[in-house]
């Protein structure tokens, strides 16, 4: 049956589904846990090495050259042969550095763990030797050591701007044209941050301008690269151009030319004439951008689709939420936008706006002497004042350099990915690009990048053939999409001891030629090869549908990691066709394609078109309704206010005249004296002479006892009668029925008496009452016992006295009096019929108090 596309169903359900969206995050074709990886080869420290193996190996840099691996560490530089047995991961060479300084760093107030000598720069300085310069317990200081031995070579120099104070500032440094460019700070309590070339024969040391935010603005380095005649530094800084925001970190890339020697005496003497910076924008487009400023990683230059270009990593703002983008920029964008208009603060509020290019001054600030529009300028120092003096005030371009494409090639939320490092000659051709992202984690995400989508074909040239369209986000490359291949976990808290956050991937170091990557963390070290191709066995499917460009199909040996020496007719699909043919533990044997995970797992692939059946369609949009119209019912049964609580179900009631407004009730309804079912007339209850009757009140509704409620179903006991109006009840008929015959005996005084006196009956009896007490005080009998009064019935169930009973025969609350000196041993009058027997007080025995009854009229 045909089926309707998912996207048009999202559009259809989804107010605005139309409008671009955020990118989701990719699923990974493979997921390698701990039990996978633990059998990697592991570095934690030397043998016998006691501090190591309590501070723990504190990574600090690596570096590969030669077939050689360098890793800087605290105290120690080690040396690993890359062309050794995989199965281990030991140092063939190493060399110890220590500082001598320790007490001194303990009086400056420092610990004694960072008193310690962290080697934070190893560059090579030529062929043959190398520079390390280490923190040196808070002095630092730099040697030079041959590359094959780790033997010392030359002199001791300062380290001061060329190596930070603290271990944990940042630093990036590179040896060219025999002159070191570093990038860190130059003070102990890390104010001064600087860019910095020294180590110059026969040319002055330069740096930035000293304690300018315009020029730097608390920044964090992340890598420093030559490219033509310039030197760029990546680092992410506060932004003085956003102040407003307040402290917003932005990533820039800045320039320096490699031919400058300062400016003259009277502008810019010692310092660049030619530093320049711009913003380096990664951002997902739309009708609000969303930015990644955090730089975290710059790899160095690329070919990326024919073009040099640089790949970094961002991240989201500290305090935001985490997030994490990997964008591309070419270097022949990155030096347009060096070209673009400078940027200035404009009026009070302090916005920053481009220069008009009437007011730059030529030749234009930055360019390099000797070259370009600064072709007639001999060196640097023979620039004019005025191109010298705009150079130390504008040095902010306005605008940003945009990646390659408009848009990142990977984003992940959720969390943020600290290491980046890039094979761009990735498969048997070397035309596929693959990533390797650390993450804060552990993890280490393996992400295939710009490969081609099934029937788009490119041309020797580079330049798309005719018939195919360029989506967004291909980055330049024409039918391009990014697959997140593998995502390892590797950090194993028992094998790799380090400080909080130890998890945190700090470096990554690609070993193309040994098909490994060497991921480092604070404590340890780790082995990873590229891939995994043995998890596929056999299954020539799951071999290919993983479309893992460092696995290919030999039919005699299975999937096997692609090397030079294989033998020709091999298998590859990183196209993603759909006409793979082969099963793997009885799973479909066509139509799957690249939607198969390892052993024919089924799973909806990216970039394809998923279809709902018409029917799940109908049947979801029928729930849909059903859903919304119980939930209205529910809604409404649970908000409409009850009229009031129901009762059993009764009789209909025989038809009554219409019946007239009730007279108030003195008592609560009696039961019926002698009727059809039997009962018992109720007890008399006599009212001894000289207490007043109760007031006349009126009765308020009372709710039925669950207790009654629940005689109401026994024999004998008459039902209720159903709402309605109550009977008409004259006051006669009341006095009537008090006074009815059985001698109930109830006194009631005429309604032609007015007087209080009247309404006591002194010819009462007084023969069942207990003697008086022999103070002679007057008992009150009025007094109503001291339990909670009963239940108020509902208006809608009043009756009058003469109607049916409203509740069954029980405890009459209402109609029960008790002698107030009455002890539980039971009422002075004896026993009492069931129904209407007295309740007894849980009150401590109270004396009552006097009771003043007026004498009647005309007597004493």
């Given amino acids: 049956m045909p089926g309707v596309p998912l996207p048009f169903v999202l559009l259809v359900l989804v107010p605005g589904g139309a409008a671009q969206s955020f990118p989701r995050d990719l699923v990974a074709r493979s997921t390698v846990g701990l039990a996978a990886t633990a059998a990697y080869p592991r570095f934690t420290g030397l043998r016998g090495d006691n501090v190591t193996a309590q501070l723990g190996l504190d990574f600090q840099r690596m570096l590969r050259l030669n077939g050689t691996l360098f890793v800087a560490a605290r ?165 003085v151009e956003l102040s407003a925001l307040g402290k917003v970190a932005v990533a820039r890339v800045a320039r320096v030319c490699r031919n400058d020697r300062g400016g003259s005496p009277r502008v810019l003497e010692q310092r660049w004439t030619s530093f320049l910076k711009v913003r380096l924008q990664c951002a997902v487009p739309g009708d609000a951008i969303f930015y990644f400023d955090v730089l975290e990683a710059v790899t160095p230059p690329r070919a990326l689709h024919g073009r040099p270009a640089v790949l970094a990593l961002f991240g989201t703002q500290p305090n935001s939420i985490p997030g994490s983008a990997v964008c591309a920029f070419y270097l022949a964008d990155m030096e347009r936008a060096f070209e673009g208009p400078f940027a200035e603060p404009r009026g009070a509020a302090g916005t920053w706006t481009p220069v008009p290019e009437d007011r730059v001054p030529r030749p234009r600030p930055g360019c390099c002497a000797g070259m370009g529009p600064a072709a007639g300028v001999v060196t640097s120092g023979d620039f004019p004042d005025e191109t010298l003096a705009f150079a130390k005030e504008h040095p902010l371009l306005h605008g940003a350099v945009a990646p390659a494409g408009g848009r990142p090639l990977f984003t992940r939320t959720g969390t943020r990915l600290t290491q980046l490092a890039v094979d761009t000659g990735a498969g048997p051709r070397g035309n596929q690009t693959v990533l390797f992202l650390g993450a804060e984690d552990g993890r280490v995400l393996k992400v295939l990048a710009a490969a081609r989508r099934p029937g788009a074909t490119q041309h020797p040239s580079g330049t798309p053939a005719p018939g195919d369209s360029q989506e967004p986000g291909d980055s330049g490359d024409v039918g391009s999409e990014t697959l997140l291949l593998e995502e390892i976990s590797l950090y194993d808290p028992g094998r790799c001891q380090g400080p909080r956050g130890a998890s945190r991937v700090l470096g990554l170091e690609l070993h193309p030629p040994g098909r490994e990557l060497y991921v480092a963390f604070a404590g340890c070290l780790v082995r990873l090869p590229l891939s995994r191709c043995a998890r596929h066995g056999a299954c020539r499917r799951s071999c290919l549908a993983a479309r893992d460009p460092y696995c290919v199909w030999l039919p005699p040996g299975g999937c096997v990691p692609f090397s030079e020496d294989l033998p020709s007719g091999f298998e590859q699909d990183m196209e993603g066709s759909p006409g793979i043919t082969g099963t793997c533990q009885d799973a479909p044997a066509a139509g799957d394609g690249d939607r198969d995970l390892a052993h024919g797992v089924r799973q909806a692939g990216p970039g394809t078109t998923a279809t709902v059946p018409v029917p799940v369609l109908v049947g979801c949009v029928l729930g849909a309704f059903a859903l919304g119209a119980l939930a209205a019912g529910l809604l409404a049964a649970c908000c409409r206010r009850p009229a009031g609580p129901k009762g059993p179900p009764e009789p209909p009631a025989a038809p009554q005249p219409p019946a007239q407004p009730p007279a108030p009730r003195l008592y609560p309804p009696l039961p019926p004296q002698g009727g059809a079912g039997g009962l018992r007339d109720p007890p008399e209850l006599p009212t001894p002479e000289g207490t007043p009757q109760p007031p006349t009140k009126t009765p308020r509704v009372a709710e039925p006892r669950r207790s009654q409620a629940a005689h109401l179903g026994t024999p004998g006991c008459p039902e209720p009668p159903g709402p309605g109006p109550p009977p008409k009840a004259t006051l006669e008929e009341l006095l009537q029925r008090l006074h009815g015959a059985g001698g109930s005996g109830w006194p009631v005084t005429p309604p032609s008496t007015g007087s209080f006196a009247n309404r006591v009956q002194p010819g009462a009896p ?9 103070d002679g005080t007057p008992r009150r009998l009025d007094v109503p016992p001291d339990s909670p009064p009963p239940p108020r019935r509902p208006l809608a169930q009043r009756h009058s006295l003469g109607g049916p009973p409203a509740r069954p025969p029980g405890l009459a609350r209402g109609l029960t009096r008790m002698h107030s000196l009455g002890t539980p041993g039971g009422p002075p009058w004896g026993s009492r019929p069931g129904a209407l027997e007295r309740s007894l007080s849980m009150k401590p025995p109270v004396l009552p108090k006097p009771l003043l009854v007026p004498a009647a009229p005309g007597r004493p």
């Fill in 766 to 774: 007084f023969s069942g009452l207990p003697p008086a007490p022999r």
């Fill in 75 to 239: 105290d120690h530089i080690y040396a690993f042969d890359l062309g050794r047995d995989r199965g281990t991961l030991y140092p063939e060479r190493h060399l110890t550095w220590e500082t001598r300084d320790r007490e001194n760093c303990a009086m400056r107030g420092r610990l004694q763990d960072e008193c310690h000598n962290y080697i934070r720069v190893l560059v090579p300085r030529d062929a043959g030797t190398l520079l390390a310069c280490g923190t040196n317990a808070f002095s630092p200081l730099c040697r030079t050591y041959q590359v094959s031995s780790l033997a010392p070579a030359g002199e001791e120099v300062s380290g001061q701007a060329r190596c930070p104070f603290d271990a944990k500032q940042s630093i990036v440094a590179l040896f060219i044209d025999g002159s070191l460019y570093s990038a860190t700070v130059a003070d102990f309590q890390a104010s001064d941050a600087v860019i910095y070339r020294s180590l110059s024969p026969g040319r002055p040391p330069l740096r930035t301008l000293k304690y300018s935010s315009r020029w730097l603005q608390e920044p964090h380095f992340v890598q420093a690269l030559p490219y033509g005649p310039y030197v760029y530094f990546f680092f992410r800084e506060v932004a």
